[in-house]
């Protein structure tokens, strides 16, 4: 009886994998404004980022809008949320994390290609909505 029970409770366990403390999406759902800037002080604008939960355990959705002046670059990327951070691949080699600092706070960096803003830069967002 005991080993039968104990059958059961491994099989019902079984696929149920424990998520990454702090890794919930749903932290970051909604939308975000707040300022870009490249590593080398050149450019800088504002950024408007909306968070979704993605499809997959520990994924999310974000629509990226980085202004400079009359160029607006938006992406649709999808990223995985793990200890308290995101992170998106960009197509071109390029990444883009952020974490929360407080409530309603993210700070992160990004890099890459053609895709963002700058090869290198840094973003402040507060909770918009």
């Given at each position: 009886?005991?080993?039968?029970?104990?059958?059961?409770?491994?099989?019902?366990?079984?696929?149920?994998?424990?998520?990454?403390?702090?890794?919930?999406?749903?932290?970051?759902?909604?939308?975000?404004?707040?300022?870009?800037?490249?590593?080398?002080?050149?450019?800088?604008?504002?950024?408007?980022?909306?968070?979704?939960?993605?499809t997959n355990r520990g994924s999310?959705?974000?629509?990226?809008?980085?202004?400079?002046?009359?160029?607006?670059?938006t992406s649709r990327r999808e990223?995985?949320?793990?200890?308290?951070?995101?992170?998106?691949?960009?197509?071109?080699?390029?990444?883009?994390?952020?974490?929360?600092?407080?409530?309603?706070?993210?700070?992160?960096?990004?890099?890459?290609?053609?895709?963002?803003?700058?090869?290198?830069?840094?973003?402040?967002?507060?909770?918009?909505?």
């Amino acid at each position: 009886m005991i080993a039968w029970l104990l059958l059961l409770v491994l099989a019902s366990a079984q696929g149920v994998a424990a998520e990454p403390r702090g890794a919930s999406p749903s932290a970051f759902a909604g939308a975000w404004a707040g300022q870009w800037q490249a590593k080398d002080s050149t450019a800088s604008g504002p950024v408007e980022v909306i968070f979704t939960d993605g499809t997959n355990r520990g994924s999310i959705v974000a629509q990226f809008t980085f202004m400079q002046g009359a160029k607006v670059l938006t992406s649709r990327r999808e990223g995985t949320a793990i200890d308290g951070h995101v992170r998106f691949e960009a197509p071109d080699d390029g990444e883009i994390v952020l974490r929360m600092e407080g409530p309603g706070r993210l700070v992160g960096d990004f890099g890459g290609g053609p895709t963002l803003p700058a090869e290198q830069g840094a973003l402040e967002l507060d909770r918009a909505r």
